[in-house]
């Protein structure tokens, strides 16, 4: 039997940016921009809220599946009937981030939470939509039985 954990964080998507560096003490150092970083944190704050799961009490070690929908928010200028199309998913956003940058930051922030490592994701999806809600719906399932 397979468990799945699903949960949402609420508001626009932060992508996962690359890495600042900094020249500090005869070597560079590389670091999460901030805006990363506080998502990141606010991923684990939607978990813990809306699941009860908090970082470091879990060690999952077998295979994991990632889906991840983006619901973006329709923009104000578009017509009624562009806006009704898109509440339909006639029309899904094309625009950046990339689905791969938010698949990263996700995965990142869940990584020695949900699962030990994320070599262990062996399938991922991510989905765009627009939505009157901005928000991202994360599910987990872990593929195998719970092993320690």
């Known amino acids: 039997m397979t468990e799945i954990i699903k949960f949402e964080v609420p508001g626009k998507a932060v992508p996962q940016a690359r890495p600042a560096a900094s020249f500090k003490g005869g070597r560079y ?58 509440l339909e998913n006639k029309i899904r956003p094309v625009s950046k981030p990339d689905t791969d940058n938010i698949l990263k930051i996700v995965k990142d922030a869940l990584n020695g939470v949900l699962w030990k490592d994320d070599a262990q994701v062996v399938s991922d999806k991510v989905e765009k939509f627009y939505s009157q809600e901005p928000r991202l719906v994360i599910s987990v399932e872990y593929l195998n039985e719970m092993i320690n």
């Open 29 to 86: 150092w590389r670091y999460d921009p901030v805006q990363c970083r506080e998502y990141k944190n606010k991923i684990l704050e939607c978990l813990k809220a809306q699941c009860g799961i908090s970082q470091g009490n879990f060690e999952y070690t077998g295979a994991v599946k990632v889906e991840v929908i983006e619901y973006r928010k329709i923009p104000k200028s578009w017509s009624k009937i562009k806006r009704a199309a898109a």
